[in-house]
Antibody, heavy 121, light 111 residues
Framework: QVQLVESGGGVVQPGRSLRLSCAASGFTLSNYAMHWVRQALGKGLEWVAVISFDGRNKYYADSVKGRFTISRDTSKNTMYLEMNSLRAEDTAVYYC???????????????WGQGTMVTVS | QSVLTQPPSVSGAPGQRVTISCTGSSSDIGAGYDVHWYQQLPGTAPKLLIYGNSNRPSGVPDRFSGSKSGTSASLAITGLQAEDEANYYCQSYDSRLRGWVFGVGTKLTVL
């Protein structure tokens, strides 16, 4: 069964760090580009970061650039989001999502995890 | 911050047809980037509903359809059902922001 499971969320003080994990099952992470998307409580979706299928290219939203780092461990079939210098406005549910490949652009996201809550307070 | 504009809410009676608009600009939808649509039921992760403006992934009923024209896109839902009550988001890419962007979301209420 194709599945993504996030973990690592919790309550953290402003300025501290947290690392989120996204474990993939039923498919090989290194065959897909992967994204992180977050959603503040009662708010809309906000794109956070992307890592290319080969891990070479990484891009970030301006709101997290310089503070967050996306990475992956192919041996563990797991993606990560290292979050440093956390702010209150980073409080949200964080989802990892797999890219759905089709003949055009931009990336669509076909598989989502259940989300992990990060509270900065 | 959302760069794609959606109405905050729409509503319709069971069996009716509703549409949800998604308005962008020359740096996103108008630049030729496709639009995708997601359905998010309360307390759950988003689900891909429409990709590439008008294509349905396997398993999505043909009651859902999408279109795009110029700097805007639309999601249409026909034969409304109670289970369609959810939040709907459009998504594209913004070349000025150099990132993926979502609409603010539209809450669909089935009366």
């Amino acid at each position: 069964q194709v599945q993504l499971v996030e973990s690592g969320g919790g309550v953290v003080q402003p300025g501290r760090s947290l690392r989120l994990s996204c474990a993939a099952s039923g498919f090989t992470l290194s065959n897909y580009a992967m994204h992180w998307v977050r959603q503040a409580l009662g708010k809309g979706l906000e794109w956070v970061a992307v890592i290319s299928f080969d891990g070479r290219n990484k891009y970030y939203a301006d709101s997290v650039k310089g503070r967050f780092t996306i990475s992956r461990d192919t041996s563990k079939n797991t993606m990560y989001l290292e979050m440093n210098s956390l702010r209150a406005e980073d409080t949200a549910v964080y989802y990892c999502a797999r890219v759905y490949y089709y003949e055009s652009s931009p990336d669509a996201f076909d598989i989502w995890g259940q989300g992990t809550m990060v509270t900065v307070s | 911050q959302s760069v794609l504009t959606q109405p905050p809410s729409v509503s319709g009676a069971p069996g009716q047809r509703v549409t949800i608009s998604c308005t962008g600009s020359s740096s996103d939808i108008g630049a030729g980037y496709d639009v995708h649509w997601y359905q998010q039921l309360p307390g759950t992760a988003p689900k891909l509903l429409i990709y590439g403006n008008s294509n349905r992934p396997s398993g999505v009923p043909d009651r859902f359809s999408g279109s795009k024209s110029g700097t805007s896109a639309s999601l249409a839902i026909t034969g409304l059902q109670a289970e369609d009550e959810a939040n709907y988001y459009c998504q594209s890419y913004d070349s000025r922001l150099r990132g993926w962007v979502f609409g603010v979301g539209t809450k669909l209420t089935v009366l």
